[in-house]
């Protein structure tokens, strides 16, 4: 069963956007930060944005001004907005999301979904 799932991926031009969704099962509990990472083939995987419980946000360098992350804490989904894509953001894009229960931190991925910008 998977524990976070995404949707919103696909095929956009130069310029365009997308937006990204995931939701985390009903079975994780006490959800603290949630992002997004993504990995470009032959490069590591990257943070593209975090957003805390209380809504402070962080994003890297290459997306500020482009990229909004949100997230509705009622039913655990976090969102990625990408605006004016650009080539270099080609990539797939992973839900992170972690919780901590009795003072364990666990964390958990989603599987990952393909964002392509075609120039």
């Known amino acids: 069963q998977e524990q976070l799932v995404e949707s919103g991926g696909g095929l956009v031009l130069f310029g365009g956007s997308l937006r990204l969704s995931c939701a985390a099962s009903?079975?994780?509990?006490?959800?603290?930060?949630m992002g997004w990472y993504r990995q470009a083939p032959g490069k590591q995987r990257e943070l593209v944005a975090a957003?805390?419980?209380?809504?402070?946000?962080n994003y890297a360098d290459s997306v500020k001004g482009r990229f909004t992350i949100s997230r509705n804490n009622a039913n655990n989904t976090v969102f990625l907005q990408m605006n004016s894509l650009k080539p270099e953001d080609t990539a797939v894009y992973f839900c992170?999301?972690?919780?901590?229960?009795?003072?364990?931190?666990?964390?958990?991925w989603g599987q990952g979904t393909q964002v392509t910008v075609s120039s």
């Open positions: 992170y999301a972690e919780s901590v229960v009795l003072g364990i931190k666990s964390g958990y």
């Open positions: 009903r079975s994780i509990f006490n959800i603290y930060p």
């Open positions: 957003i805390t419980r209380s809504g402070i946000t």
